[in-house]
């Protein structure tokens, strides 16, 4: 006989569970009386939101599901920013959330909320356990429905009597991974296309990749010469530096990557859903039917159609898929070979930082010094803003598990994301990127990462506003500003009233410094870059977005 908490943290670790992201909560005490006597690590966050973000980091870089619990009401509304970056993101994550007791349901009870109505439209699956002794069975549901297919949340409501109640029930066992594999006949359909193609482009995104996968996706493009590019924020899928890449396909396109894409005659897309944003608002590949011949790969076949009509259609996992595909030479040199080179060429041209601008604080010459000091190895994080763009266009990222970058465009990920790959990784460089507005959004797990003892650099890019917004705001009604203007505090400091380290950086020749005694101080660290807002962009100044406008 166990409690219903008990069998919760078995079913945890029959599947594999080493850690949990949490704010705690009366309503489900009894797990957390479990987790004392279990190996799994309980990390304790700030808000639920971070909390979350960091579940989902971890498993955005193991393709394992990171799992959260938070209370009731307020910690399971608060944590639904996070579900929803791990449905758009196609990233395996169960979010456990204390529910109130059975007698008091359908009564409005304090805090209480219909998660399946509420998670419905963000979450893959949304369930509440009444009988304790379906806990093994509903877990290691949770751990299959995450993982296979598109990957997304779980969300696991758990009333409080029920994980109190003492039960008998069977052992948890761990979930069967399903795998889905491509057809020798779409392999040959695909090897034809090839055939008969003079422009083809490779497009790589999603999730269910890792090393391997990413590895024998080089032997192909270079079995192939084929051009290879990245959806949004999936530039760790290939090798920047790789001979055979052309650029990342997502906000703020290289505009000749973007000719090229249009101008291709196959588009074989890997692993990615192609949305609006790495579409280009689906301008790139037109929906529903595309100029190009689609060759469209996806684990999960209700994604295969569901907005573009593929000329052919492989439901294969993009590891799998890779696998399969590595096998296959060509008979002869591509004709499109000489071509690739040049994509390559004009990749590294459109990656090259400028090295001025206004201010007295130049991002380009700090975004040259971080390429040559960062090991490969290093992970980035970001939330969203414009200063996102001097990572996603100027880092070149070289290796899988480097990058955790929500697709969803949420602000307020790149500090929590760094929290978890730190603890993921403590051996590997973690770097926060994050704006002004970004970091206040869920800075307070800056504290979490004091507490374990993670030593992140967080560089917070403060130019006073919320830069994006305010560009929109002068493009469309120049002149007219209102609710964009941030009065912040003072960074470093409030990085050492933490207890962690603090640097200010006012001149572009400080930053070096500032970066390696962040690094070498061996605490969480926090790098303020008081950045001019006229450098609103790596090539347009607020004025004159203003002037065009």
Known sequence: MKTGGQLIVDALEANGTDRIFCVPGESYLA?????????????????????AMMADCQGRLTGKPGICFVTRGPGATNASAGVHIAMQDSVPLILFIGQVA???????????????????????WVVEIDDASRIPEFVTRAFAVATSGRPGPVVISLPEDMLTSMVDAPEALAHTPVETYPGEAELDALEML??????????????????????RMHEIAEAWSLPVGCSFRRQMLFDNLHQNYAGDVGIGINPKLAAAIKQADVVLLIGGRMGEMPSSDY???????????????????????RVYRPTLAINASPAAFVEAFAKRKPAETPAWAAETPKHHAAYLEWSTPPQTGPGAVQMGPIMDYLEKMLPEDAILTNGAGNYATWVHRFHRFRRFATQGAPTSGSMGYGTPAAVAAKALYPDRTVVAFAGDGCFLMNGQ????????????????????????????????????????????????????????????????????????????SGKPAIVEIRLDPEAITPTRTMTQIRDKA
């Open 31 to 51: 797990v957390l009386d479990a987790l004392h006597d279990s190996s799994i690590r309980t990390i304790v966050c700030r808000q639920e939101g971070g909390a």
């Open 283 to 305: 301008t790139l590949l037109k929906s529903p039917y595309p100029d190009q011949a689609l060759v469209h790969v996806h684990a999960d076949a209700g994604e295969l159609g």
């Open 194 to 215: 090839l055939a008969g193609a003079k422009r083809p482009f490779v497009i790589l995104g999603g999730t269910r990749w890792n090393a391997d996968a990413v590895a």
């Open 102 to 124: 059975s007698h008091a349901k359908e009564r409005e009870a304090f805090q209480e909320v219909d998660y399946v109505r509420f998670f419905g439209d963000i979450a893959k």
């Open 445 to 520: 797990e800056f504290a979490t990462a004091v507490q374990y003892d993670l030593p992140i650099v967080v560089i917070v890019v403060n130019n006073g506003i919320y830069g994006t917004i305010r560009m929109h705001q002068e493009r469309e009604y120049p002149g007219r500003v209102v609710g964009t203007d941030l009065k912040n505090p003072d960074f470093a400091a409030l990085a050492r009233a933490y207890g962690g380290h603090g640097e200010t950086v006012e001149k572009t020749a400080e930053f070096a410094m500032a970066f390696e005694r962040a690094l070498s």
